[in-house]
Structure formats: structure tokens, C-alpha cells
């Protein structure tokens, strides 16, 4: 009987260490990853990756830094999106996921589009462009001025390594 329980103890502690430490990867609101991807030309697997990282599907997340929903949008930027797509402003609707998912794909597609490298335009949807733009004009970090080959900000680079890693499991729920 001992070691009935013995046996069950360690069935409950594994099971609970895979429940804390393996990755629940949760796919929300598809019909507007791909709707928006398709619209800005954008990898809808990099867009449910990018979504992940940043908030992990949560529509309410909210930064210390002041970006808001699915994407972590800051409200800054979302006022010149909407500008540039002629919509009205509303920051209470950074927390739609259908407004934040379409704002976050049409500035990542701006991103890419800018530094023709998605790892680049990742690192400055992290830092920001203007950071990204400094790495790449430092010999330390760009040899060509459009891709890094080392990202100096430890945040950025785990954010990178995050979305490849998660992003090796979107790609089989599309």
C-alpha cells in the first residue's frame, strides 16, 4: 500500500511540473489573424506568434510601459494607424481584439516592409525603430546596415527566440 502511494505522489508531482513548466500556446481570434494578415501580407503564423509574446492572447493586457492588448499596442502609434488607415481614434478600442489584431498587423507589415528582414522588424516592434536603427548603423551589431547579428538588448533577443519558438507551433494550427 506504501508504495501505491509512493507511486501516485510522484504521478501528481510530475503531472504538476509539466502543468508549471511546458507552454500552453492558446489560438484566439483566427478569423482576424488571417483577415488582417492577408490584408497587410503578412505571415499569419508570425502574427499568432507576435500575439503570444506580447500578451499570450489576453485582450485586456495592459504594459507598464503603456501598450495595450492582444498586440501591446502603444496608444501613440495606434493614433498615427488610424490616422493612416482615416479612422477615428478611439484608445478604448485597443482593447477589441478585432481593431488591435488589424493595428498590429498593418505597423508589423510597416516593419517589415522597412527593414526587409522580419528578426530586424521584430526587434524594433519590441525596442522601436529609432533603437533598431542605431543597432543597425553600429559595426558591433549590423555588418550589412539591414539585419543583426547581435541584438544587444536581452529583452529583445528573448522576445525574438520566443516568437521562433512559439511560432513552431502555430504553424501547424493554420
Known sequence: MKKYYI???????????VIIFYPSYPLKYK?????????????KVLVASV??????????AQSNKGAVGLMQIMPTTAQEIANNLKEDY?????????????YGCYYL?????????????LCSYN????VVNKWL??????????????????????????????YKYYENKF
Open 109 to 121: 507589415g510597416k516593419l517589415i516592409n522597412r527593414f526587409e528582414n522580419t528578426d530586424t522588424a
Open 51 to 60: 500575439i503570444y509574446a506580447e500578451s499570450k492572447f489576453d485582450a485586456d
Open 137 to 166: 548603423q553600429d559595426e558591433r551589431y549590423s555588418t550589412d546596415g539591414k539585419s543583426l547579428q547581435i541584438i544587444p538588448y536581452e529583452e529583445t533577443k528573448n522576445y525574438v527566440d520566443k516568437i521562433k519558438n512559439s
Open 31 to 43: 478569423e482576424y489573424i488571417i483577415k488582417y494578415s492577408e490584408e497587410y501580407n503578412i505571415d
Open 7 to 17: 507511486i501516485v505522489g510522484l504521478l501528481v508531482i510530475v503531472l504538476v511540473m
Open 90 to 102: 478611439n484608445k478604448d478600442k485597443l482593447f477589441e481584439p478585432e481593431t488591435n489584431i488589424k
Open 127 to 130: 525596442a522601436g525603430m529609432g
